[in-house]
Every structure is written in structure tokens, then in C-alpha cells.
């Protein structure tokens, strides 16, 4: 990931935003980028060279980075599942300020192999840390590496929000039908109990 600053106020960047998000990767061209912005096609060549580094440079402007690190800072609960259950919610609250964001990080990953994703976690890593060892603390978690814990909540996390989007219409809907806690409370538990009874586990 590039690390040239990227401002949002940019109206390069809030064009490209708004057409990326509008056409999708595939379908959106400099030239529409340029158009929205009411600008010289060769301004956004200038500035951005192509539409990857386009694209890189629109996650780079909206990274919701510094809302998920205030929202890890603020989990509380007393128990495992408490802290567990509020940092889902807050950190599912915050994807869905910044949907536009995570559905742009999608595309990036699938049309350009893009990082960001993987460097936006990386970066809130040591918050995502802190929660964990509060969790910890209680002393109510098997001893499981914290890596396959961290990796579990991560894919926990980024698949909720890749299933707001990757699902077809009807799906979207039908999940609409439960509120949005039944969802995450739903999720919570499989993570914390797993699919089997107690008197199923061998």
C-alpha cells in the first residue's frame, strides 16, 4: 500500500469514490472518474497514474481505521462473552458507517489482489490485542493460541460484513428479517459454544 497521504477533500477522490462505488472496478474508467469531477482527464492521470493506484489512494483517504481503533479502546463487559459480544457489535457498527469503504476494500481485494484489508487489520492489531486480554483476564477461555483466536474473530468480522454485500438481493433481505443483534448474538455463541451440545462433544 502506498504510503503518499491521501485527502478526502480531494475531489478527485470523492469522484472516484462515488464511481467506483456506482460501476464497481471492472466497469469504471478514468475517463468517468475525470467527468464527475469535472475535470481534465489528464489531472487525474497527473495525480493518480492509473485506476489501481487510483483505488488505493480512495481506501487510503476513507480508512475507517481510527473510528475502529476508538471502537476497540471502549469494548467493556465483565465476561468473556460480554467484551466479546460488545466488540462485535461496535465493530459492526462502525463497518456499516463506512459501507461504502468496506465495499470498495472488497473489490480492491478481488480485482487487484489489494492488501488493504489485511494492512487495515494488521493496523488494529494491538487494540484487537488489548480486548483479547481482557477476555483473557477472566479466566474463562480454553487455552487456544491467541493467533487462532485473533484469526477467528477476524474472519468473523470481515465475513459478516462481505455477507451484507456478496449475498444475492433476496438473501439480503430474508436476513433482514431478524434484527441485526440476533444476528451477531447468533454468531457470538457459535464462537463461544460452538454447533454441538455438551453431550455431543467427543
Not at 467493556?76 to 460488545?86: N, P, S, V, W, Y
Not at 470481515?158 to 447468533?186: C, K, N, T
Request: charged fraction near 20%.
Amino acid at each position: 500500500m502506498s504510503k503518499r497521504p491521501a485527502d478526502p477533500s480531494d475531489p478527485i477522490l470523492a469522484a472516484a469514490r462515488a464511481v467506483f462505488v456506482q460501476h464497481g472496478y471492472a466497469e469504471t474508467s478514468l475517463e468517468q472518474v475525470a467527468r464527475h469531477a469535472k475535470l481534465e482527464l489528464s489531472a487525474v492521470q497527473r495525480q493518480y497514474g492509473d485506476k489501481e493506484k487510483l483505488l488505493a489512494a480512495v481506501l487510503r483517504a476513507y480508512s475507517p481505521q481510527a473510528e475502529l481503533e476508538a471502537a476497540l479502546d471502549a469494548v467493556q463487559g465483565e465476561t468473556a462473552a460480554d467484551i466479546l459480544r460488545d466488540m462485535m457489535r461496535r465493530l459492526v457498527e462502525v463497518a456499516q458507517r463506512h459501507s461504502d469503504f468496506f465495499r470498495l476494500a472488497i473489490i480492491d481485494a478481488q480485482s487487484n489482489n489489494g492488501a488493504f484489508l489485511g494492512n487495515l487489520s494488521a493496523a488494529i492489531f494491538p487494540k484487537a490485542i488489548e480486548v483479547l486480554n481482557k477476555m483473557k483476564a477472566s479466566g474463562a477461555l480454553r487455552p487456544v493460541p491467541d493467533a487462532v483466536i485473533g484469526r477467528t474473530l477476524l474472519a468473523m468480522w470481515i465475513g459478516y460484513i462481505v455477507s451484507e454485500h456478496a449475498l444475492p438481493q433476496l438473501a439480503r433481505f430474508a436476513m433482514r428479517l431478524l434484527p441485526q443483534q440476533v444476528w451477531l448474538d447468533g454468531m457470538v455463541d457459535l464462537m463461544l459454544y460452538g454447533l454441538l451440545e455438551d453431550s455431543a462433544r467427543g
